[in-house]
């Protein structure tokens, strides 16, 4: 399937389930007593390795008329793991299943493919230490991770300094087999899926929010109910289809039962900043989450965008995307920094720089800032896209075929599956 400059997206569009909270689900339902039901679970090969790491450590799951059925075994309860446990490229759940395994009294060595196996994750180790789990790295960074967990954890109070959902979830995690008071205060909003669903599951955790920090207060005095859980679309994977849609005047694209976040519906905020026409038709609020319908009836071209340092944390994971609307703008768009994009899946920064350059779009890289010098003229295209195994890049860059005169040229699509397994088949449905 390739699409073309002269293709409009539209139709009314169902998101994959989100993967966030497909991780999330099946690690905490794996923490619950009683039998939990998930439907709309992610089947991406990250969330796959979650489950398959859960399965090693304990909890009963299985696949039954298109929903998984999870057995949990109570905090402290983890199983000692008889080999590796092989994460591939999921950063997420390799650093959560840290925590978890940190406050529990057994030994587990944590592995990776060769990307994950270059991600920083001291960030989150350095936390879990702290609580007395005994912890290696290789290079006192990267996978794997050789932990030895601490089933008479320390309850301690934490600052976190670096905006990440994982750190704030690994310690999360490890607070549920630890005695005591845990305090934990954020100094940006990152993504809660894990609060809100500690609260659907009766656990006791208390926020609360002011203009400078977010407060996490957790005690272990509560078991974790099991529940039956609707996974909610995934606006990160959504965002592909909604962006492309905002690109091209006389798009029309309904999305259904997204989830909407507000830490993770920044990219929406910029493409109506940019002069997206994108309606909210109706929300609710299900299991401490909101989920959304939306429309999108787009009649211009868009506009260019400058990004504070301070909005990126919400939308991180949409900056590959939102480079190529920036291009298709006319005037100068900047993202300033960037410098979070350098240690994801690959450096994206670099990759979004070079792969913009290669299709004919002017591009600067300053400090950890992303200049980009759009125009609503048609891009050269051509290139030979280098991803190296990034899904999103690889996502981003193929959709940029929409405003290129020649179609690029992308090696190896196949790390999509990571996060995206159905991505092609929707860009054939949803094309027109």
């Known amino acids: 399937m390739t699409i073309k400059n002269n293709t409009l997206i539209k139709g009314t569009y169902f998101p994959p389930g989100d993967k966030s909270i497909s991780h999330r689900i099946l690690i905490l339902s794996s923490q619950a007593v009683g039998k939990s039901e998930i439907s709309n679970l992610l089947e991406g090969e990250d969330v796959l390795n979650t489950l398959k790491a859960m399965r090693i450590l304990g909890a009963n799951i299985s696949?039954?008329?298109?929903?998984?059925?999870?057995?949990?075994?109570?905090?402290?309860?983890?199983?000692?793991p008889n080999k590796p446990i092989d994460f591939g490229n999921s950063g997420t759940g390799?650093?959560?299943?840290?925590?978890?395994?940190?406050?529990?009294?057994?030994?587990?060595?944590?592995?990776?493919?060769?990307?994950?196996?270059k991600r920083p994750m001291k960030r989150v180790t350095v936390h879990l230490k702290k609580i007395g789990a005994l912890i290696n790295l290789k290079k006192d960074s990267y996978p794997p991770i050789k932990i030895q967990g601490d089933g008479e954890a320390l309850p301690l109070k934490y600052n976190i300094m670096i905006p990440s959902a994982q750190i704030k979830s690994a310690?999360?995690?490890?607070?549920?087999?630890?005695?005591?008071?845990?305090?934990?205060?954020?100094?940006?909003?990152?993504?809660?899926?894990?609060?809100?669903?500690?609260?659907?599951?009766?656990?006791?955790?208390?926020?609360?929010?002011?203009?400078?920090?977010?407060?996490?207060?957790?005690?272990?005095?509560?078991?974790?109910?099991?529940?039956?859980?609707?996974?909610?679309?995934?606006?990160?994977?959504?965002?592909?289809?909604?962006?492309?849609?905002?690109?091209k005047p006389g798009s029309k694209l309904i999305i259904k039962n997204m989830l909407f976040n507000k830490t993770r519906t920044g990219f929406i905020?910029?493409?109506?900043?940019?002069?997206?026409?994108?309606?909210?038709?109706?929300?609710?609020?299900?299991?401490?989450?909101?989920?959304?319908?939306?429309k999108i009836e787009q009649k211009k071209y868009l506009k260019p965008i400058i990004l504070e340092a301070k909005?990126?944390?919400?939308?991180?994971?949409?900056?590959?995307?939102?480079?190529?609307?920036?291009?298709?703008?006319?005037?100068?768009?900047i993202f300033k920094g960037l410098k979070e994009l350098t240690v994801k899946e690959s450096n994206r920064l670099l990759l979004i720089h070079q792969n913009l350059k290669k299709m004919g779009v002017n591009s600067e890289i300053k400090g950890f800032d992303l200049?980009?010098?759009?125009?609503?003229?048609?891009?050269?295209?051509?290139?030979?896209?280098?991803?190296?195994?990034?899904?999103?890049?690889v996502m981003s860059f193929y959709l940029a075929n929409l405003i290129c005169v020649k179609n690029n040229k992308i090696k190896d699509k196949s790390c999509v599956k990571t996060s995206y397994p159905s991505f092609f088949h929707h860009i054939l449905k949803y094309s027109h």
């Open 311 to 333: 909005d990126i944390p919400l939308q991180v994971d949409e900056i590959p995307i939102l480079s190529i609307a920036a291009s298709f703008a006319e005037g100068k768009s």
């Open 371 to 393: 200049h980009i010098y759009g125009s609503n003229n048609l891009k050269k295209g051509g290139a030979n896209i280098v991803h190296h195994n990034d899904h999103r890049i």
């Open 63 to 80: 696949k039954k008329n298109k929903k998984y059925v999870v057995f949990g075994i109570p905090p402290g309860g983890l199983f000692q």
């Open 171 to 247: 310690i999360m995690l490890s607070a549920l087999n630890t005695k005591g008071l845990i305090e934990i205060k954020e100094f940006k909003t990152t993504r809660d899926h894990t609060e809100n669903m500690l609260k659907a599951m009766g656990y006791n955790i208390k926020v609360k929010e002011d203009n400078k920090y977010r407060y996490i207060k957790m005690i272990n005095d509560k078991d974790l109910n099991s529940l039956n859980y609707n996974v909610p679309g995934d606006p990160s994977s959504a965002a592909f289809f909604i962006t492309a849609a905002c690109l």
């Open 269 to 294: 905020s910029t493409l109506k900043k940019m002069g997206a026409k994108i309606k909210i038709l109706k929300k609710k609020r299900v299991n401490f989450e909101l989920v959304a319908d939306l």
């Open 94 to 117: 390799i650093r959560l299943i840290c925590g978890l395994i940190a406050s529990n009294n057994i030994k587990a060595k944590l592995v990776g493919d060769g990307s994950l196996s």
